[in-house]
Nanobody, 126 residues
Framework: QVKLLQSGGGLVQPGDQLTLSCRAQ????????VAWFRQAPEKEREFVAA????????AYTDSAKGRFTISREHAKNTVFLQMNDLNPADTAVYYC???????????????????WGQGTQVAVSS
């Protein structure tokens, strides 16, 4: 069964950093478009970052630009989301998502992705 296994969430203080991991089972992420989304309490799930089938094609939501970095480590079949300078507005459940449809560019639309991780909680509070 194809799965995305997430890890790395937790409770941190404003200004801290976290790195989320998304490891695939029975799916090679090497050329898969992958994205991170998040859902805050009582809000809809929103796009955070994406990487296309080609590693150099990445995109970020405005609030994440300059603070978050999406990257892929092929040897570990894992995509990471490094988050720096976290603030309370980043508090949410974060989901990684992958697609078995190859496209070279990034995709920000949730409906494109057919495999989802279990979600991991990120809480930023002083």
């Amino acid at each position: 069964q194809v799965k995305l296994l997430q890890s790395g969430g937790g409770l941190v203080q404003p200004g801290d950093q976290l790195t989320l991991s998304c490891r695939a089972q029975h799916l090679t992420l090497t050329f898969s478009p992958v994205a991170w989304f998040r859902q805050a309490p009582e809000k809809e799930r929103e796009f955070v970052a994406a990487v296309g089938g080609r590693d150099e094609n990445t995109a970020y939501t405005d609030s994440a630009k300059g603070r978050f970095t999406i990257s892929r480590e092929h040897a570990k079949n894992t995509v990471f989301l490094q988050m720096n300078d976290l603030n309370p507005a980043d508090t949410a459940v974060y989901y990684c998502a992958a697609s078995r449809t190859y496209v070279p560019n990034y995709v920000t639309n949730q409906s494109f992705y057919d495999i989802w991780g279990q979600g991991t909680q990120v809480a930023v509070s002083s």
